[in-house]
T-cell receptor, first 115, second 114 residues
Framework: AQKVTQAQTEISVVEKEDVTLDCVYE???????LFWYKQPPSGELVFLIR??????QNEISGRYSWNFQKSTSSFNFTITASQVVDSAVYFC????????????FGQGTILTVHP | ETGVTQSPTHLIKTRGQQVTLRCSSQ?????VSWYQQALGQGPQFIFQ???????GRGNFPPRFSGLQFPNYSSELNVNALELDDSALYLC?????????????FGPGTRLTVL
């Protein structure tokens, strides 16, 4: 069985603060894929990043960065210098190599950035 | 390039009724997945269609059924609606089945069952 845990239910920060969203996953698959999605109040899930289990290189994209650590089954997401527009629900998701289309999502973390 | 579209945006039904939700996949995508997102929860996988065949199903009863058409658009049908079916229904399309393909989501259909 696959499982994704986002222990932080809600995070509140002030604009320009850095914030890290935690994600821990469980899977028996040796090949798997990890994703982060953003869900603004409009409801649409916006794809942010995908990581393959065989690629532990971390990535920075503008104000976003991701830290994938296979040894601790974690895939954390950091926003640097947060902005009000970053306010949304963020979901971490997992797809096993044998489960094709099925994405297993965490419960989500509500991020509120105050001006 | 047109993204994933869904219709209707909102829907109100009563218990016992039937509902059909529609999804048009992104251009070039042959795979469609459906998810149910209850309030305050993460999306739950319902099923996936690949080239008009169901390919994988989550833990949902048979009254949840679907179709995929030759143009890769898709329908989700729910019979005998229950109050717990009230949720945001999300459709996602991708280039193929393989895990490496990102799923791109539509704006969702908000279903309320009274």
């Amino acid at each position: 069985a696959q499982k994704v845990t986002q222990a932080q239910t809600e995070i509140s920060v002030v604009e320009k603060e850095d914030v890290t969203l935690d994600c821990v996953y469980e899977t028996r698959d040796t090949t798997y894929y990890l994703f982060w999605y953003k869900q603004p109040p409009s409801g649409e899930l916006v794809f942010l990043i995908r990581r393959n289990s065989f690629d532990e290189q971390n990535e920075i994209s503008g104000r976003y960065s991701w830290n994938f650590q296979k040894s601790t089954s974690s895939f954390n997401f950091t926003i640097t210098a947060s902005q009000v527009v970053d306010s949304a629900v963020y979901f971490c998701a997992l797809r096993g190599g044998t489960s094709y289309g099925k994405l297993t999502f965490g419960q989500g973390t509500i991020l509120t950035v105050h001006p | 390039e047109t993204g994933v579209t869904q219709s209707p945006t909102h829907l109100i039904k009563t218990r016992g009724q039937q509902v059909t939700l529609r999804c048009s996949s992104q251009s070039g995508h042959n795979t469609v997945s459906w998810y149910q997102q209850a309030l305050g929860q993460g999306p739950q996988f319902i099923f996936q269609y690949y080239r008009e065949e169901e390919n994988g199903r989550g833990n949902f009863p048979p009254r949840f059924s679907g179709l995929q058409f030759p143009n890769y658009s898709s329908e989700l049908n729910v019979n005998a609606l229950e109050l717990d079916d009230s949720a945001l229904y999300l459709c996602a399309s991708s280039e193929g089945l393989a895990g490496r393909y990102e799923q791109f989501f539509g704006p969702g259909t908000r279903l309320t069952v009274l």
